[in-house]
C-alpha cells in the first residue's frame, strides 16, 4: 500500500546566529591496538575493494558514488573525509557518497545507536543513585559529563549528558541500569542488525576506541534515521545546553546544597565555535572524536521542505573544525541538488519496519520508557514547541527540532509502519526564530 500524500509542510527552520561556545570539544580517547583486519589509525589507509551493498550495488564500491548529469552543481573538490554520505532523510534516497560502507571506528557517533537502543527502556523521571561499580570500566581520556558517586540522577539529566556533553560517564550509568556493559553491547548489535546496520560491530557503548568496534557513514546514517523516529532522541539531539546537577555540599548553616551547571552541545554546527557559525536548518545529530576515529559527524538539517541527512567520517585535513566545514560543504550541496540529481542507492528501513510493531505498552512516539511528556510539549496533543523555549528543568537552546503533529509515525491501526520503499520521517513542526 503506497503511504498517503503529506499534508503538512516540514520544517526544521533554525536560527543562525552565533552562539558562544562554552564548552570544549570531547578528548580524544586513546586508541587500542588494532587488530589485524580492524580499522587502522594511519592517513594513508585505503578502502577495501568491495563492500557492503545494502541500499544499492554502487554503495558497495570504493570512491565517489555520483550522478553528476546536467543541471546537477558539482560536488565540493575539498572534502577529505574517508568516508561520507548526503541522504535524504524523509525519502531514503542517497544523493551521493563516497566509500559509503567503509568499516571505521565510529568515535561517540556509536551513541546513537546506544540512545536509539536504551531510550524507550526508562522514564525520564526514573531516579538512579550512582555506585562506584557503575563508573567502573571507561577508557583513559574519556569524555565526561561530570557524574560523582554517590548523586542522584534522573534518567532525562543521564541522556542530557549523553547527548550534549558526550559523556561516557552517562553512558555507563545508564549501562549499568541497564543489566550491566556488556548486556548493553548485545542489545546494541541486535539493534543493529535489525536496522540492517550490518557494517557495525560494538564493542563498548560509549564508542570508545576498541578493537573489532566499527561502523560506517551508511550504517551511522540508518541509525540516525531510527532515532530521529524518537521524540526524545529529536529533543535531546537538538538541545543547545540545558543545567546539569552539580556535586551536594554543606552550605550556609550545614544544610546540604546541590547547585546545577551549564552543559553545552559539543556539536559545533548546532552550538556554534569561533569562526564557525550555526548551520541554517541544523537540528542535531552527533559528533564523535578519538584518536583511531579521527573526527566523525552525523548531522541533520532542513531547507525549504527538504531534510537532509550527512554523516563525515575522518577527514584528513588537521584544520580545527574541519568535520563540520566538510559536513556544511556536503549539505549545501544536497540542498543544491535534491530534486535534481538521480540517487545512487538508498537507506533501507528496518527489517521489521513492515510487520506490526503494536504491543502491550508500545510507544510509537519514542519518549523514554513511553511514561511522560516530552520537554516540549504534551505526548499525543500535537502540541508545537517553540525554538528557544526552555523546557522544566531549564534546558535552553533549539529544544524539540523535530516535533510532532497528527500521525506521528504513519501508523496502520494496529500499530503497524505503513511501508513502501520510503520510510517517512514523522511530520515536523515550524517553529519561530530563537530570540
Given at each position: 500500500m503506497p503511504a498517503p500524500k503529506k499534508t503538512v509542510r516540514r520544517s526544521l527552520l533554525v536560527t543562525s546566529a552565533v552562539l558562544s561556545s562554552l564548552a570544549l570539544a570531547a578528548p580524544a580517547a586513546v586508541a587500542a591496538p588494532s587488530p589485524s583486519g580492524s580499522p587502522s589509525a594511519s592517513p594513508s589507509a585505503t578502502p577495501p575493494a568491495s563492500m557492503s551493498t545494502v541500499g544499492g550495488a554502487r554503495l558497495g564500491q570504493p570512491g565517489t558514488q555520483a550522478n553528476l548529469a546536467s543541471g546537477v552543481p558539482v560536488l565540493p573538490k575539498d572534502v577529505s573525509a574517508r568516508s561520507w554520505?548526503?541522504?535524504?532523510?524523509?525519502?531514503?534516497?542517497?544523493?551521493?557518497?563516497?566509500?559509503?560502507?567503509w568499516r571505521l571506528a565510529p568515535a561517540s557517533t556509536l551513541k546513537m545507536l546506544f540512545a536509539d537502543t536504551l531510550l524507550p527502556k526508562f522514564p525520564k523521571t526514573a531516579k538512579h543513585k550512582v555506585v562506584p561499580s557503575d563508573l567502573a570500566g571507561m577508557g583513559a581520556g574519556s569524555s565526561l559529563?561530570?557524574?560523582?558517586?554517590?548523586?542522584?540522577?534522573?534518567?532525562?539529566?543521564?541522556?542530557?549528558?549523553?547527548?550534549?556533553?558526550?559523556?561516557?560517564?552517562?553512558?555507563?550509568?545508564?549501562?549499568?541500569?541497564?543489566?550491566?556493559?556488556?548486556?548493553?553491547?548485545?542489545?546494541?548489535?541486535?539493534?543493529?542488525e535489525e536496522l540492517q546496520?550490518?557494517?557495525?560491530?560494538?564493542?563498548?557503548?560509549?564508542?570508545?576506541?576498541?578493537?573489532k568496534q566499527v561502523s560506517s557513514a551508511y550504517d551511522l546514517t540508518l541509525i540516525a534515521r531510527s532515532g530521529l523516529q524518537k521524540k526524545d532522541f529529536r529533543e535531546y539531539c537538538s538541545t543547545v545546553s540545558a543545567k546539569f546537577p552539580g556535586q551536594t555540599k554543606k552550605g550556609k548553616?550545614?544544610?546540604?546544597?546541590?547547585?546545577?551547571?551549564?552543559?553545552?552541545?559539543?556539536?559545533?554546527?548546532?552550538?556554534?565555535?569561533?569562526?564557525?557559525?550555526?548551520?541554517?536548518?541544523?537540528?542535531?545529530?552527533?559528533?564523535?572524536?578519538?584518536?583511531?576515529?579521527?573526527?566523525?559527524?552525523?548531522?541533520?538539517?532542513?531547507?525549504?521542505?527538504?531534510?537532509?541527512?550527512?554523516?563525515?567520517?575522518?577527514?584528513?585535513?588537521?584544520?580545527?573544525n574541519e568535520v563540520y566545514k566538510e559536513t556544511s560543504q556536503l549539505f549545501d550541496w544536497g540542498f543544491k541538488a535534491a530534486g535534481k540529481v538521480q540517487p545512487v542507492g538508498e537507506l533501507v528501513p528496518p527489517r521489521g519496519a513492515a510487520q506490526a510493531s503494536s504491543e502491550p505498552g508500545a510507544n510509537p512516539s519514542g519518549e523514554a520508557g513511553g511514561s511522560g511528556s516530552g520537554a516540549g510539549g504534551t505526548a499525543g496533543t500535537g502540541a508545537k514547541p517553540v525554538a528557544g523555549?526552555?523546557?522544566?528543568?531549564?534546558?535552553?537552546?533549539?529544544?524539540?527540532?523535530?516535533?510532532?503533529?497528527?500521525?506521528?509515525?504513519v501508523l496502520l491501526a494496529g500499530g503497524a509502519f505503513l511501508v513502501n520503499r520510503r520510510w517517512p520521517l514523522p511530520d515536523l513542526v515550524h517553529r519561530r526564530t530563537r530570540p
Open positions: 554520505i548526503v541522504a535524504d532523510a524523509e525519502s531514503g534516497d542517497v544523493l551521493a557518497a563516497h566509500n559509503a560502507h559529563v561530570g557524574i560523582k558517586e554517590d548523586e542522584t540522577y534522573t534518567v532525562h539529566d543521564l541522556w542530557l549528558g549523553v547527548f550534549l556533553r558526550s559523556g561516557n560517564d552517562a553512558v555507563h550509568v545508564l549501562s549499568a541500569m541497564n543489566k550491566g556493559v556488556d548486556n548493553t553491547v548485545k542489545e546494541m548489535n541486535e539493534h543493529a546496520a550490518l557494517d557495525t560491530n560494538v564493542v563498548s557503548p560509549d564508542g570508545y576506541d576498541a578493537p548553616k550545614g544544610k546540604p546544597v546541590r547547585e546545577s551547571f551549564e552543559i553545552q552541545n559539543t556539536n559545533r554546527l548546532l552550538s556554534g565555535d569561533a569562526g564557525l557559525p550555526v548551520y541554517q536548518g541544523i537540528a542535531g545529530v552527533k559528533n564523535g572524536n578519538t584518536t583511531n576515529a579521527g573526527a566523525t559527524f552525523t548531522g541533520v538539517a532542513e531547507r525549504d521542505g527538504k531534510v537532509l541527512l550527512v554523516t563525515v567520517m575522518h577527514p584528513e585535513k588537521p584544520e580545527h523555549a526552555r523546557t522544566a528543568d531549564g534546558s535552553g537552546g533549539i529544544g524539540i527540532a523535530l516535533g510532532i503533529i497528527g500521525g506521528v509515525l
